[in-house]
């Protein structure tokens, strides 16, 4: 006898835990929906909702399929999981998608939970052609040169081959015969990494030539922490600091910018710390992730010299200011920003 099922309800697991040598949890969601899709022409489904935002383990092709899909339609989202699932936390929060193959709901594209936010970011198209994930540099960035190897051949097989070159955050601890806490008394050049060791933020110098060229070396930038907070909206950012000319960092960290001058990259170190741009970085950081650039991409990219069109030596309210009247934030969505976003000296 063929059976016929016009609802079916579930409670599935959304991810497979402890799996692979980072011991990590593996998302598994994306499967139902793949499945719902293939078993019928209309599915209500309610899971993790980070990779709404891009984020998170799900493949990025999937993500990319979900989010061009015109047959899907947000009916409910909440950024804490613990109010739909008690006692549960789920990075990103949850949503309920329906897909109906009869109708056309139009491309989700990029999801904004906030009306006000999306009317922002709208404004902020029509003017921005640039973002600031455009000189966003990821952890994994600064890459050892083979001459570390050369050198000090006693270095080889400390790690796979593939994490053999990265700088990472245990680096301090994989490789201590290269790294100094003074500048030794060389004819070599020596440049310093930034990172932590033992839950303290540390310089160390190290020769220079051990490292692969890198475009932000011999630049001012900014360094900021890849993981932070909750991925709440409006949080604080952990304490971006300046980074010099001839330091670099290691893989706890994302270096943002590339410029000649110490005033811009002071001038970026306070945007970043404005409640306009982490509002706006909101849209993508849904999770701990300041990672990618992708997190960065809604944020529109300025003119960090002293010839731009925001006075970068003013307090960060009032760039705040200048940044709500350039881009024409009427009172409800400069009202919504001041409330929801923290502020940061």
């Known amino acids: 006898m063929i059976m016929k099922f016009d609802v079916v309800v579930g409670n599935p697991p959304y991810q497979e835990l402890n799996v692979g040598e980072n011991n990590q949890a593996v998302p598994m969601y994306h499967r139902f929906y793949e499945l719902a899709e293939k078993c019928s022409d209309k599915y209500i ?99 050892f040169s083979n001459n570390l190897f050369s050198e000090n051949p006693d270095l080889t097989g400390r790690t796979d081959d593939s994490h053999a070159k990265a700088v990472s955050s245990s680096v301090f601890k994989r490789y201590p015969e290269i790294f100094f806490k003074e500048k030794p ?38 360094f900021i922490a890849g993981a932070n907070g909750t991925g709440s909206f409006g949080e604080t950012l952990s304490l971006p ?3 010099e000319p001839f330091v670099g960092h290691n ?23 404005t409640k306009f741009a982490r509002a706006l970085l909101g849209i993508m950081k849904t999770t701990q992730n300041n990672q990618s650039k992708n997190t960065w991409s809604k944020i529109p990219l300025q003119d960090f010299t002293n010839k731009s069109d925001i006075d970068w030596s003013l307090s960060i309210s009032d760039i705040d200011l200048q940044l709500y009247k350039k881009y024409e934030l009427n009172t409800d969505e400069v009202c919504f920003i001041e409330k929801t976003v923290k502020t940061m000296e």
């Open 251 to 273: 893989q706890t960290f994302v270096s943002i910018g590339k410029f000649d001058s110490e005033f811009e990259a002071n001038s970026l170190l306070k945007y970043i710390k």
């Open 241 to 243: 600091v300046v980074g």
């Open 45 to 143: 489904l309610i899971t993790p909702a980070r990779f709404l935002a891009n984020q998170g383990a799900t493949p990025k092709a999937w993500n990319k399929k979900m989010l061009s899909d015109k047959h899907l339609s947000i009916k409910y989202f909440n950024s804490k999981s613990d109010e739909v699932f008690p006692n549960t936390e789920i990075k990103g929060g949850v949503v309920v998608l329906l897909r109906d193959k009869n109708k056309n709901f139009g491309e989700i594209d990029t999801f904004i939970a906030f009306e006000q936010l999306r009317n922002i970011y709208n404004k902020i198209r029509q003017k921005s052609s640039s973002y600031l994930s455009e000189i966003v540099f990821s952890p994994d960035s600064y890459r």
């Open 185 to 222: 008394i060389s004819q070599e050049e020596y440049v310093r990494i930034y990172g932590r060791l033992d839950g303290e933020r540390v310089y160390f110098w190290t020769k220079r030539n051990y490292l692969s060229e890198h475009l932000n070396l011999d630049k001012w930038k900014v």
